[in-house]
């Protein structure tokens, strides 16, 4: 089976493959409103006429104008929000670092834990031993977090209680205290869901240094599957996204992957199969 329950049923380790994103909505028309926006700045055009006249080949040249020019400021007025599943604490850690972005996490202040998914890496998941360690820290960490949230709620209903609320109010009260305090025993592997914003020109720069071979594997794969979303809504918006290899030179420098080669590759036949599902 894709995952393994343990003892108790609660306990659930994910492998890889296990992500899911979802494009749960984006401005209508986005390359549509970049050209318009570009006609505006090169053009004589009011605002009450921008939209009219483009057409398909005027809207995707317009585009491709602005991608030439480096002018990226008319692509922040289209967005994309996204829903995201099965990624680690450790990659949320590294996405909110992204600042032009927007993002509700589920908590772990208000959600117990009492489903608790971790993440296993490729590396770790592939080798029996190692595998065994991780398995046997998780299941620590997630004993550790209910026996410090039983504890602390009995003592929090009990101070409740005694300072005249009543009982289900403390026992609900109690709880959210409870969870506030043991999630601190929860590692990094924790599953979470978000919901992210991002617009263009944000997701551009993101797709850049994060689909490249030297970003973190799970943000790689999250990454790599915004992205496929992302061209498959606006292909001549997207048409040069991708890390920094696929529009010109390697940006990392001495720390290239040294294969820019393969990945141009990757993200060719990457494109070339979702334009094969569009006709």
């Known amino acids: ?123 770790i998941s592939e080798d029996k031993e190692i595998n065994r360690l991780y398995t046997e820290a998780m299941e620590n960490s997630y004993k550790a977090y209910n026996k410090i949230s039983d504890k602390l709620f009995e003592k929090y209903s009990a101070e409740l209680e005694k300072s005249g609320i009543s009982g289900n109010s403390a026992r609900s009260k109690a709880e959210k205290m409870a969870i506030e305090d043991a999630r601190f025993v929860l590692p990094n592997a924790c599953e979470t869901k978000m919901v992210v914003t991002m617009n263009a020109r944000s997701l551009i720069n993101f797709f850049r240094l994060r689909c490249c071979n030297r970003a973190q594997w799970e943000i790689r794969a999250l990454a790599d599957e915004m992205f496929k979303l992302c061209y498959k809504a606006a292909p001549s918006l997207f048409s040069c996204a991708g890390p920094s290899c696929c529009a010109g030179q390697c940006s990392e420098g001495k720390m290239t992957c040294g294969k820019s080669g393969n990945v141009r590759q990757k993200f060719n036949k990457i494109k070339e199969d979702i334009d094969r599902k569009r006709q």
């Open 1 to 123: 089976t894709d995952s393994e329950k343990y003892s108790d049923g609660k306990l659930k380790r994910t492998p890889e493959g296990e992500l899911n994103v979802t494009l749960i909505e984006y401005t209508p028309n986005p390359e549509k409103i970049v050209a318009a926006a570009a006609k505006l700045c090169y053009s004589d055009s009011g605002c009450e006429n921008i939209m009219e006249g483009l057409d398909n080949d005027k809207t995707a040249a317009f585009v491709k104008m602005l991608s030439d020019m480096g002018h990226e400021s008319p692509i922040e007025h289209v967005s994309f929000t996204f829903g995201i599943e099965g990624v680690s604490r450790a990659l949320l850690a590294q996405i909110t670092r992204h600042r032009h972005a927007s993002f509700s996490v589920q908590s772990q202040r208000y959600v117990k834990k009492d489903n608790f998914v971790y993440i296993i890496p490729p590396a």
